[in-house]
């Protein structure tokens, strides 16, 4: 039993220090609060240890701490109001990068993106800011592998019909 017990606390450490960073880079894009999104991630891997013995697909993560972080992201919306473009700290926007070059371009991305319907916005972070593979995004999202590719193109459509940095 002790060894099941250290086996499981193990495979734990493994997890958080494996998608910490993601998962706060997800939750912050989505509140756009360093501190919330750091409260929204502890959470996340709080719940996701409680019911770590109870999780099935053991190998396999990811998409249940995405799935809980977005979850609780939208609980976290619900109870905050919109924060205008204006109003955000224009570091570590959708794509992080230190370069001053960018910021620009980062912001006029952020500002096009948020014209986007939730739903596009979502596969975009998912697949683009967090890498995740479109089986992945699917699971999270608990829709069809087709219905991801098909957002992706929408949004991708949307964002290259906008002028983006043009006035």
């Known amino acids: 039993m002790t060894d099941k017990i250290n086996k499981s606390e193990s495979e734990i450490k493994e997890i958080i220090t494996e998608f910490y960073d993601d998962i706060y880079k997800y939750c912050y894009w989505k ?6 999104a750091q409260d929204i991630t502890q959470e996340t891997f709080m719940r996701f240890i409680k019911n770590f013995n109870n999780y099935i697909d053991m190998g396999k993560p ?13 609980n976290w919306t619900r109870k905050h109001s919109y924060i205008p473009l204006e109003e955000i700290n224009n570091q570590n926007l959708f794509f ?5 070059d960018n910021v620009i371009d980062k ?4 500002d ?6 939730t739903s596009s916005q979502e596969v975009l972070l998912l697949r683009y800011g967090q890498g995740l593979k479109v089986s992945e995004i699917a699971n999270i999202l608990n829709i069809s592998r087709f219905s991801v590719m ?15 940095g043009d006035d």
Do not use: F, G, W
């Open 107 to 110: 912001l006029y991305l952020q």
């Open 96 to 100: 992080v990068s230190n370069e001053q």
């Open 112 to 117: 096009a993106i948020s014209k986007l319907q």
């Open 150 to 164: 098909y957002r992706l193109k929408c949004a991708i459509n949307k964002l290259s019909k906008m002028n983006i």
């Open 31 to 36: 509140t756009k609060s360093s501190v919330d």
């Open 62 to 74: 990811k998409a249940l701490l995405y799935t809980i972080a977005k979850n609780l992201c939208i």
